[in-house]
């Protein structure tokens, strides 16, 4: 006996969900960035946050690999030392794997962009060597670890 697809799929597919982003805390990067967490897939390493970066913040040069980046710039502006282009509120910014940049906030404002990232991200240092790796493990680390310390309830955002 067949069954239609739309039963079928039922069967199979991940429940939905709504999340009040408010309910999730800011978690510090530096003294004048955060991410917000959204999302963390750890079947295919990607994650999706929202990126806090204050006027004159900086995150230092990094290079995305792994998996394509892309952002949506929601208030603020900011731009890579290494673009011409300026994000600023409705700008959406693709950036293959292999990507190195340096992202900075002009300005007076808040930078605050949605990302929706793949892969990881390494930091590197002038002469090119990593110094840092970042994925969605580690980040999934800090906002749980974060959450634990601050006494926060944790929302689950492996989905």
């Given at each position: 006996?067949?069954?239609?697809?739309?039963?079928?799929?039922?069967?199979?597919?991940?429940?939905?969900?709504?999340?009040?982003?408010?309910?999730?805390?800011?978690?510090?990067?530096?003294?004048?960035?955060?991410?917000?967490?959204?999302?963390?897939?750890?079947?295919?390493?990607?994650?999706?946050?929202?990126?806090?970066v204050k006027p004159g913040g900086v995150v230092d040069r990094h290079r995305h690999t792994g998996g394509k980046v892309m952002a949506y710039t929601l208030q603020g502006q900011w731009r890579y030392l290494e673009r011409d282009w300026v994000a600023k509120p409705g700008t959406f910014v693709f950036e293959p794997p292999g990507d190195i940049h340096t992202l900075t906030v002009d300005g007076d404002e808040d930078m605050i962009t949605l990302f929706m990232l793949e892969g990881s991200l390494q930091y590197l240092d002038d002469n090119d060597k990593i110094i840092q790796q970042v994925d969605v493990f580690s980040k999934l680390k800090l906002y749980l670890e974060y959450c634990e310390k601050n006494n926060i309830p944790v929302v689950d955002l492996t989905f």
């Open positions: 006996m067949s069954i239609d697809l739309n039963t079928f799929t039922e069967q199979f597919q991940l429940d939905d969900k709504a999340l009040d982003s408010t309910e999730i805390p800011w978690i510090p990067q530096t003294e004048r960035s955060w991410f917000k967490p959204l999302r963390f897939d750890l079947t295919n390493g990607s994650w999706i946050n929202l990126l806090k």
